[in-house]
């Protein structure tokens, strides 16, 4: 049996196995067009800024799981990107620095910010039709959960309109109906 691992990048996400051959999502779906979690941007996904006068810094870890398979989030989403790239202004308010699944939500206001805001920047689709390329229909599910510090799972229906809080767990789960 071949294992898969999906690791994640600014414009997609890989698929690998584990003789180092790689195929992007969009040579297995033949689409060239960059998928977004919302029909429009949300405006807070154009919104540049430096490490400088921040009002908020907070930390929060995705997972992603697509039917067993986790997905990496690559370092450096949301920085240095065709959007945010100039010196001061070179990072979306949600990115990545490392591929552990840490996001850094940086404001410099304190309104809400929601984890389509992360997806959009990603330049990927997510709501509660669906991740990435993967549809929810008659023989999968998309479930999403927040682990509280107990270990606690919290089930949550909001999906891309959910507000990111510091210290936040989340886990999206793309999966086969029980």
Known sequence: ???????????????????????????????????????????????????GELTRHDHMYLTIQIEEQFVTISENVGVNSDVCNESGANMHVVHTHSS??????????????????????????????????????????????????NGTLEEIDSFDNYILQNNQDIIISYRERA
Request: charged fraction near 25%.
């Open 100 to 149: 552990d699944g840490k996001l850094h939500l940086e404001m410099q206001t304190e309104e809400d910010v929601e984890l389509g805001v992360f997806f959009d920047i990603w330049g990927q689709h997510f709501d509660e039709t669906g991740i990435f390329d993967y549809r929810v229909n008659s023989t999968h599910e998309l479930v999403m959960y927040n682990r509280d510090a």
């Open 1 to 51: 049996m071949t294992a898969l691992l999906a690791v994640a990048y600014q414009g997609g996400y890989i698929l690998s196995n584990d003789d180092s051959t790689s195929t992007s999502v969009n040579e297995i779906t033949n689409e060239t067009e960059q998928r977004n979690s919302l029909d429009e941007i949300h405006p807070l996904a154009s919104t540049c800024l430096s490490h």
